[in-house]
């Protein structure tokens, strides 16, 4: 795929974005870590904060990211925003109006997989991105696309419900355009994107057999 913008445009956004922000991305981490905490606390009001947090998420990545700052430089980044927004909405939708959400810490073999890809998006993935030249602010810092996307799917693998097939699409087509991008810029952090997504919706869709569909 033949991109419209070079490495040091795409690079440029990332600073752009991490300088207008600052200092948001650390209240992202601390939702993160919030996250995890009421997952590993078994905490009754985990799947309310979880859902306001992935739906905030995917709202900010459309909204801000996508179509105020990519939008510079790829015109397809309101079709992006789009997208996002819509999953940001979803996430609300399932997750707080319709209650088809819900997440728990059981020790089973997905919530492990969810471990290991949440650990990716918050600690290895940022490490990895400066080893290999990405440093910030010249880096998608948590709370843009690649990460974010990666930590919903390691969310995402908590649930202890029929999971919404239809919440897992546009995660999984950004992990297929994430890894592109990731082949073309040489952004090879981004290649765990791929594989978060691919594991993640084949292990979601494994699990979907083993649960009743609350509410139908």
């Not at 990731?182 to 699990?207: K, R, W």
Request: glycine letters at 8%; proline letters at 4%; aromatic letters at 18%.
């Amino acid at each position: 795929m033949d991109l419209l913008f070079s490495l040091a445009d795409f690079l440029n956004v990332f600073k752009d974005y991490n300088h207008s922000i600052f200092p948001l991305q650390i209240v992202f981490y601390f939702a993160a870590f919030l996250c995890i905490y009421f997952l590993f606390t078994g905490n009754n009001n985990a799947t309310r904060i979880i859902s306001i947090t992935l739906a905030f998420l995917w709202l900010w990545m459309g909204v801000v990211y996508h179509i105020i700052f990519f939008s510079e430089i790829n015109k397809a980044a309101y079709i992006f925003g789009g997208l996002f927004i819509l999953q940001g909405v979803m996430f609300a939708g399932c997750g707080l109006i319709r209650k088809k959400l819900s997440f728990e810490y059981t020790k089973s073999a997905a919530n492990n997989v969810g471990i290991v890809l949440i650990a990716y998006a918050l600690i290895i993935y940022p490490v990895l991105g400066t080893f290999l030249g990405h440093a910030y602010p010249y880096s998608p810092t948590f709370g843009l696309p690649c990460p974010t996307t990666i930590f919903t799917f390691g969310i995402l693998l908590f649930a202890n419900q029929k999971m919404p097939v239809h919440l897992l699409i546009i995660p999984l087509l950004w992990s297929v355009i994430g890894f592109t991008a990731a082949l073309n810029l040489t952004i090879y952090e981004d290649i765990g994107l791929l594989l978060a997504g691919v594991t993640a919706f084949v292990l979601l869709i494994i699990s979907n057999r083993k649960f009743k569909s609350v509410g139908d």
